[in-house]
């Protein structure tokens, strides 16, 4: 993500990039990528460490795994927190805890600088594209207007969503929703097929009624209703099992917190859990759960025995 | 919803109708109601059972509360199969299981005659308005074309779903799409809002992503997010949780008989199943389960305690 | 499991028998078994259809694998019911609906005899050593006393559970109980395993604490834990995830007849469908869900990815 | 719980014995009940704050709510760790998660002190009558002979479950099979009366049977099968919805770190907080679950409508 989307802020903007990542091979990638026949190549630096980064640039941009890789480039040894200026505005596109993202944010704050969470969505082809959605989280709308400016070259839509957190808020729970409503698609699906419906037809009916949802008339997990959508395509490529189970651990994590009740939430993520601990199913698209449900542990043609 | 359905036909239709209701004061109201000043009065006799209405017309149709009616309507003493000609046309617009649709078709088969299941949506606004869906389930197509035109007075669409059974096959694999996603949309707002996101702003930025579905954008559960639906009404009106959670029971029934894994679809006829079964929620419209997730067990004000 | 319980009845009893079996090579396998220098060979006849047995036996036993067969055995050409006299007593040991059970029943009582319901629990090793245990339905507690000395024979213990039906009721509630607390039981010991804990140490701390239960405690499903148990021998043998999953099946069927709510009910039934709709697991026994949790879709290794 | 078990402590030690408590009335209620005629009164020291106790003490022990807690007491301004000695031994009995314990242990380490984790069972009652069970994670089994000792005037069993945060692993596992088992027994005894099973006949099948376990044969949930436990006593007392949802969170947070598939276990703990969030079942012991499901909202009679 971090690499197509660094592209985009050297292609778009006049702006001096300073990059750092951990594994050198991604900046060596970076840089002869830029570097072939770019005017802007000049204009790319490379820091040591997260908290040369801060030093030196106004506004900063961190796109990583997982909350253990933010809080250890943020408060680890020469962390970026470390090198925080009074300007400083530090602009997180990870997904996270809520819970960490307030927690840096907070560090950032207490060193003088501001601090937005922007959780994306629209993957490495929206990356690459420069059509993300971001959810910001700040704590003002001043402070979201610094941000904004920042984040267009690689969006199609920003958004602010409130207090710092509520990025993340708002990107769980849109995926909480996203792994329920794919899940009910497959088993709908299944079922209707089973008991002798026309996978198109069926799609078609519900995608006209009160079924209607983005998994069933933009992202149909059975292959052949829809052409260029994974299920069409063996559930290559996409969004992966494990990145979907991930993020329903995000949410069922901040359920726990909030005390908030998410039954099929809590269920949906325990599925993704199943699936994406499997050699054949943590490389396939979270669409993939329709296959999972028809050849059950992987047989070609799901035999019943009673 | 009968009622509403034989006024259609009567209004716009030359046809002469045969009518009957187990419920005496059901027929009086439906003469009364089509006697004041209508130039179709004369048009409308009552039979004394079913068996008399398949004596005397050709096309029958037939709309009840569940199974255990339709097998009494069709199958009991002076029941409608009894009745049945060669050249009957019998159409079934009740939910109900497949394996009782089906059976229901052969009876009337065997007899001779012609029958398709015709499980509607749209409710008792759409039975008023002669705007419901029609799920169609037919031995062919010829049949189905022949049930059309009968349909069509009370219909905004009328879809051919392929065999006998079919059409409850459609009509139960989006309900529990349905049932599936209000519940997911009601989880995922109230995390949201419990996170300390505006509600209807969480829902836009849902109704422009991947959680996008007709429960978030047409019918949000959220008091205040959209005007004139049940939520923003107490709940009230709209399609209750007891017409659920039997479309839900309907559901899982068939799973188990096609040994067809539906473990959100089992859950959620569950919760639906729990809920209708109390005083309060059993009056409510199925998008209460909002209410119920804020509220518990009744709680004006939720109120944690650990 | 009939063979096994037959031969007690020829080896316990001095009655004649009089036996029927679809499958002829069954009914071979009986009369060479008990050919074989006994002395009761000749106390055992032949017949060749479900109605000869009851023209011919006052007290006719059945043991069928679900309610299909048992209908078309009771109620088909030249079925049970059509020889039932007023002096017989038809015991059906099967497990099959609550609705089946109480039809059947009325069907003999029509014919002027008696009938009960008797499943059994104790699988093929009870009906081999005569150590059953039946559970049995009857219309009264002088119904019950004729058909218990007929099922002393192959029992260890023989329980009176009221009503028609209620044998079937009492096999499916300690079934269901038994499907929930073996996936809990798995769920568990997979966790403390994964966070650290000696399988034997954590499974003896629970049989010593308020989480024990057979499952845990008798039938653990974790290998090595216990001797004698499928889980210690590859999960062969045992009671297999596919009987599991149909007797979950019959207790949510009969919950939604009943709108009881089951909600672990309903979620171990859909486990138990999906892991038996597979190859692997058809065959292995319902502890395997421990294998299941571990191994995913069956790799060797789990290998989380994230 | 800490009063009761200080109390065993004053009673059955010779130990000099010195308490701390953020709630001073806790402090007094203290002082008073072991001043009264007790021989030990002077052999007890109030200290103002955790810093001091562990200055103080070369054994400290801490009983405390939750995790925020812990880390307050153990982390916060003159918190326990700041006084932690090269000779110290410190037991924190509470419940917090697994994390929390190791982090807690090592801080303690760092300062040269050892420490354990021996989270309890056994409730107030156990307390009371210094009849608890002690699940004790440490180091070394050298560091839990250290331990054991002061542990067991306050215990029935002590048990050694390996390394820091074992103790927390063990008791989690427990209380979420637990959990699980109750909720099953609540769904079985409910469907089986509904079915019109007798209760009492019910409990006694299954707890002769497979599906034995303590929810069932020990602490039944139906008001009138047992006598003398909460659920013979309108759910009063014994161990409260709230806690048991704590436990159920604590331990679905570490099945989401340990990426441990918990799908019962899951949705246990969502039934747990959804009914411990309401006024009525927030005071009821956990196997009240029972009079949820027959109750739906709390309406005394369950009344279907369809």
Redesign the interface.
């Known amino acids: 993500m971090g690499f197509h989307m660094a592209n985009n802020l050297v292609a778009k903007t006049d702006n001096k990039i300073i990059i750092h990542d951990v594994f050198k091979p991604s900046v060596d990638r970076f840089m002869s990528h830029n570097r072939e026949g770019s005017s802007r190549a000049n204009a790319i630096d490379i820091a040591s460490n997260p908290k040369e980064v801060a030093e030196r640039a106004a506004v900063v941009i961190t796109m990583l ?2 909350t253990p890789q933010v809080e250890s480039v943020y408060m680890g040894n020469n962390g970026l927190v470390e090198g925080v200026r009074s300007d400083s505005l530090v602009i997180d596109c990870s997904t996270v805890d ?1 819970l960490c993202a307030k927690a840096m944010a907070s560090e950032v704050v207490n060193k003088g600088g501001k601090a937005v969470d922007a959780p994306v ?1 629209g993957g490495i082809g929206g990356a690459q594209a420069g059509t993300l ?1 971001f ?1 910001v989280g700040a704590d003002s709308e001043d402070t979201f207007r610094l941000a904004e400016p920042h984040l267009q070259p690689m969006a199609r ?1 920003v ?1 602010y ?3 710092n ?2 990025g993340q ?2 990107k769980i ?6 792994g ?2 794919m ?3 497959c ?6 097929v ?5 996978s198109k ?2 799609a078609e ?2 995608n ?9 008339d933009t ?1 149909n997990p059975v292959p052949g209703v829809l052409p260029n959508v994974p299920s069409s395509n063996g559930y290559q490529g996409g969004f992966g099992n ?1 990145l979907m ?2 993020d329903l ?1 995000l ?6 917190e ?14 993704y ?10 490389k396939l698209d979270f669409s993939s759960i329709f296959k ?2 028809q ?5 070609p043609d ?5």
């Open positions: 795994p997982a809520v969505s959605t959810m839509k958004w969503c409130g207090a957190g509520n808020v708002a729970c849109n995926n909480m929703l996203l329920i409503s899940i009910g698609v088993e709908t699906m299944q079922l209707g089973k008991m002798g419906m026309d037809l069926l009916i519900i006209t009624s009160t079924g209607r949802c983005w998994s069933s992202y494990t189970a991930k651990r949410a069922t994590n901040a359920a726990n909030a005390k908030s009740t998410v039954m099929l939430g809590a269920l949906a993520s325990q599925i859990n199943q699936v994406s601990s499997t050699e054949e199913y943590a999972w449900l050849q059950g542990s992987g047989v799901r035999k019943i025995k009673d």
